[in-house]
């Protein structure tokens, strides 16, 4: 049984990602817009999504989700300027079109998928995490979240850490 407790914690792991993220912006807008409208609703919403049998919500919130496409690397026509020096960045348009050489491809989904999300990380992943050897690095779950799934059922809370721990300054 998941409580509101348990979607709140995740809520507040996903939101200090989302705090620390430097590249999707898009999850940054998406938190704003759940904290500022019906926040309870939405929090209600995901606890009965996983304690009730209407799964209908769930499939809304799947079409919700979306792929954003960012310009990863811009192809110059200044490359041989810049390679010999500083590069500066301006909104000032220096050609008439640009040419992109790479993208990045961003989920941008609604915040109660990448609550379930949050929550798979916390229970299953910390399982698994214990199974990792001490030479595995990235993605690590945190041991304060590892102890938080370790004492499921509990009525405390998280309140804003890293779900994942930093491997590397």
């Given at each position: 049984m998941i409580s509101k407790g348990n979607v709140l914690?995740?809520?507040?792991?996903?939101?200090?990602?989302?705090?620390?993220e430097n590249l999707n912006f898009y999850l940054k807008a998406e938190i704003a817009k759940f904290e500022n409208t019906g926040f309870d609703r939405k929090?209600?919403?995901?606890?009965?999504?996983?304690?009730?049998?209407?799964?209908?919500?769930?499939?809304?919130w799947l079409q919700g989700i979306n792929v954003e496409i960012l310009p990863k690397k811009i192809k110059s026509h200044l490359e041989s300027e810049q390679s010999n020096g500083a590069l500066f960045l301006s909104n000032n348009k220096t050609a008439s079109e640009y040419i992109v050489e790479s993208?990045?491809?961003?989920?941008?989904?609604?915040?109660?998928?990448?609550?379930?999300?949050?929550l798979w990380s916390i229970y299953v992943g910390s399982l698994l995490d214990e199974n990792f050897?001490?030479?595995?690095?990235?993605?690590r779950v945190s041991n304060v979240v590892k102890k938080y799934a370790r004492d499921y059922p509990t009525e405390e809370s998280i309140s804003s850490v890293n779900i994942f721990q930093k491997y590397v300054d």
């Open positions: 914690s995740a809520y507040n792991c996903l939101k200090s990602y989302a705090y620390y929090i209600k919403k995901v606890v009965d999504l996983f304690n009730g049998d209407d799964k209908s919500v769930f499939d809304q993208v990045n491809y961003l989920v941008v989904a609604p915040v109660e998928i990448y609550l379930i999300e949050t050897t001490n030479y595995t690095y990235g993605n």
